[in-house]
């Protein structure tokens, strides 16, 4: 099993920035695909961003590229997404989630991903 814990939110003011922390214990040497969605008052949750492994394969919803930054760091068992330019329309909760990688792409950025965090709330006011 693995546990994924964010952590990072808070209140932030339009053109502001925060970084969101996610930190994964327990089977993380078989996580393969890590990513972010996020999911505002009354609406689905949505993808924000994923990356692989090793970066090699990295991709952001239109809404937040140029803007977000998904990282990891592998030795640390650790995610981050940076979040520049906020506006009051990335306001939601945001959820940390991994693959096992054993899924096509198209499937992942759906939201079929193997384990979920409980999420940790940004708001941005304008």
């Known amino acids: 099993q693995v546990q994924l814990v964010e952590s990072g939110g808070g209140l932030v003011q339009a053109g502001g920035s925060l970084r969101l922390s996610c930190a994964a214990s327990?089977?993380?040497?078989?996580?393969?695909?890590v990513g972010w969605f996020r999911q505002a008052p009354g609406k689905e949750r949505n993808f924000v961003a994923a990356t692989d492994r090793n970066g090699a394969t990295t991709y952001y919803a239109d809404s937040v590229k140029g803007r977000f930054n998904i990282s990891r760091d592998n030795a640390k068992n650790m995610v981050y997404l940076q979040m520049n330019s906020l506006e009051p329309e990335d306001t939601a909760v945001y959820y940390c989630?991994?693959?096992?990688?054993?899924?096509?792409?198209?499937?992942?950025?759906?939201?079929?991903?193997?384990?979920w965090g409980q999420g940790t709330q940004v708001t941005v006011s304008s």
């Open positions: 327990g089977r993380t040497f078989s996580l393969n695909i």
């Open positions: 989630a991994a693959d096992l990688g054993r899924k096509p792409w198209s499937l992942l950025l759906e939201g079929k991903f193997d384990y």
